[in-house]
């Protein structure tokens, strides 16, 4: 079973558009984390979630907007999609006590035209 | 604030030659210390860490020292294969505080047959 999974795996869609990704994890983790990596490879955190309560919240548009349901599920909402805004989206999740392991999923690639 | 800085890619050897990827660091306190891998199309995936000074992590034929005295935590392996061919990315994180990690910019592995 995949310890962190996304979905989609990919996503095309034009600039304006709104779309989500998903990402759930089966590892009983409370801590869970987007971070956006662009063509470079350089890994930027955008927010993390602990236990459904927002932790860190990184200086990003607020056309992005996440949502954890519950601690196993924390979902990516994007508004009035950008050009700037392709890359690869990555969720990853982490155990308590802090700090330790991050398990990634196998990211998010978002490609707006 | 804390940052972690490594050297820049990529990194081209040939199979069975020795591998170097420094990384040091700029944090207060006593940081812990992680290498990441990301092979293509993948997401990250911890190669080995180091919570305290002196501490040697090691996995795969990977290692890398926690050395205060120079805040480094260079990533060696005596002798590469082609399947190492990765994204390399040091991190660190407090043993407290923000649950944040911070990850340096990766450095590209190309191995050679």
Not at chain 1, 14 to 22: E, F, L, R, T, V
Request: hydrophobic share 30%.
């Amino acid at each position: 079973d995949t310890a962190v999974s996304q979905t989609p795996k990919y996503l095309v869609t034009q600039m304006g558009n709104d779309k989500s990704i998903k990402c759930e994890q089966n590892l009983g983790h409370d801590t869970m984390y987007w971070y956006k990596q662009d063509s470079k490879k350089f890994l930027k955190i955008m927010f993390s979630y602990n236990n459904k309560e927002l932790i860190i919240n990184e200086t990003v548009p607020n056309r992005f907007s996440p949502k954890s349901p519950d601690k196993a599920h924390l979902n990516l909402h994007i508004n009035s999609l950008e050009l700037g805004d392709s890359a690869v989206y990555f969720c990853a999740s982490q155990a308590n006590p802090f700090p330790d392991t991050q398990y990634f999923g196998p990211g998010t690639r978002l490609t707006v035209l | 604030g804390d940052s972690v800085t490594q050297m820049e890619g990529p990194v081209t050897l040939s199979e069975e030659a020795f591998l170097t990827i420094n990384c040091t660091y700029t944090a207060t306190g006593y940081p812990s210390l992680f290498w990441y891998v990301q092979y293509p199309g993948e997401g990250l995936q911890l190669l080995l860490k180091a919570t305290k000074a002196d501490d040697k992590g090691s996995n795969k034929g990977f290692e890398a020292t926690y050395r205060k005295e120079t805040t480094s935590f260079h990533l060696e392996k005596g002798s590469v294969q082609v399947s190492d061919s990765a994204v390399y990315f040091c991190a660190l994180t407090r043993p407290s505080g923000t649950y944040k990690y911070i990850f340096g910019t990766g450095t590209r592995l190309k191995v050679l047959a």
